[in-house]
């Protein structure tokens, strides 16, 4: 099947969101929705969400599900807000846990906060089904990036998260905790898989040098031939060293801070403190 596809790009964090539609129905899904948040003031917005939230309404859609590729660390996700307005489900790979019980004790948490992933509606082991109305979804865990990655494929197109950037960027960086180089080529290498026509759509695009617009969508054919850091011809053990030293360049997201803490609990706000503030905290010399 060949699902209807509509991007959001957020540009103030380079961040893709899409909205998959059944062909044959008004049945949809979200994936990666944005928050915007401002770190010098500490607030947030939902003009992105809204958008999506247009979208769905003037299409006369019904958006049942909520996908995160992961949980992001360098936008907030909106998906609280979309489920309150839309009714959706927020889904999510099995392995937020590890993230959850990684973090937690980063941003010390406390024990109100669980770590089981039951803020979510929906985790998702390897190959676990996901129906957008007559579309079947298989969702395939793609980590290496970090440990909950998942990329969701719906007929003809694959949502690939941070896990592929277009051909002429690369890959996404291993360096988070949870994450390996390793295990990014060999879950790279099961996308590879798919068939060489399926469609891929990406989170986020840099703009490298010698191009002068935003691209997300590429092929499996095209990554195959032409990604600079994993296509045909690059082994794993090359692979692993290209990582290592682009990896060894980046600077930390501008927003993983509070973008892990919000993501970690299906991007909701952690509580608010007994004069009714919410509190994002700021590990000092940690991370």
């Known amino acids: 099947m060949h699902p209807e596809v509509q ?46 939230e247009v979208f769905i309404q003037s299409g006369d859609l019904r958006a049942d599900w909520i996908l995160e590729t992961h949980a992001h660390a360098d936008h907030l ?20 846990t590890i993230v959850q019980n990684v973090f937690g004790k980063v941003f010390n948490a406390g024990s109100e906060f669980q770590r089981d992933g039951s803020q979510f509606d929906a985790l998702f082991d390897d190959g676990a089904a996901i129906e957008i109305g007559a579309l079947c979804g298989c969702a395939i865990h793609t980590p290496g990036h970090t440990p909950d990655s998942m990329t969701y494929v719906f007929g003809d197109a694959a949502f690939v998260g941070d896990t592929l950037f277009m051909p002429d960027y690369g890959t996404a960086r291993c360096d988070f905790p949870g994450g390996d180089s390793r295990q990014l080529y060999r879950s790279i290498q ?11 759509f990406l989170c986020h695009d840099y703009l490298p040098p010698g191009r002068t617009e935003y691209r997300w969508e590429t092929t499996i054919a095209g990554q195959r031939a032409h990604n ?3 296509n045909d011809g690059v082994t794993e053990d090359q692979f692993v060293e290209i990582r ?26 952690p509580p608010a403190e007994d004069n009714g503030v919410t509190y994002l905290k700021v590990p000092v010399n940690l991370l």
Do not use: W
């Open 77 to 96: 996700s909106a998906a609280p807000y979309l489920k309150e307005r839309l009714g959706s489900k927020i889904g999510i790979g099995a392995n937020i």
């Open 228 to 230: 600079i850091q994993i």
């Open 190 to 200: 099961k996308i590879f898989a798919l068939p060489p026509q399926t469609r891929l």
């Open 7 to 52: 991007a959001f790009f957020d540009k103030p964090t380079n961040t893709v969101s899409y909205v998959v539609k059944d062909p044959q129905s008004n049945i949809c899904a979200i994936i990666d929705p944005v928050l915007e948040y401002a770190p010098e003031s500490g607030h947030t917005s939902t003009v992105s969400a809204q958008a999506i």
């Open 244 to 269: 290592k030293r682009r990896d060894a360049t980046l600077e930390m997201p501008r927003l993983i801070i509070p973008s892990v803490q919000v993501n970690m609990r299906a991007g909701q706000l």
